[in-house]
Nanobody, 118 residues
Framework: VQLQASGGGLVQPGGSLVLSCAASGDIGSRNIMSWHRQAPGKERELVAAVSSGGAAKYADSVKDRFAISRDNAEKTVYLYLQMNGLKPEDTAAYYC???????????WGQGTLVTVSS
């Protein structure tokens, strides 16, 4: 499975941004796709995840501000992360991942950098 993430950039506090990730290759009928982030000097953390059936989970820190969604096309799965009310503490490299079960992150995309600053 190959993943390609995009959409990062510089945004002011309170602003919005949408991240995208395209997953292609040996996509199983049941899978979980996730967004993670890693800030400088910190460990990578799960931000949000969504199953092929549409069930979603969020980290408490983003629950009321971020929304994860996906579009299950024939040969490619498109994953999105709508980020609203961005805060400086949301600054990080964001990564998408693919797995066959919850808490399984078998494949990773490259990071896309989000910087929240005035």
């Amino acid at each position: 499975v190959q993943l390609q993430a995009s959409g990062g950039g510089l945004v002011q506090p309170g602003g919005s941004l949408v991240l995208s990730c395209a997953a292609s290759g040996d996509i199983g009928s049941r899978n979980i796709m996730s967004w993670h982030r890693q800030a400088p000097g910190k460990e990578r953390e799960l931000v949000a995840a969504v199953s092929s059936g549409g069930a979603a989970k969020y980290a408490d820190s983003v629950k009321d501000r971020f929304a994860i969604s996906r579009d299950n096309a024939e040969k490619t799965v498109y994953l999105y992360l709508q980020m609203n009310g961005l805060k400086p503490e949301d600054t990080a490299a964001y990564y998408c991942s693919y797995g066959n079960a919850w808490a399984r992150y078998d494949y990773w995309g490259q990071g896309t950098l989000v910087t929240v600053s005035s």
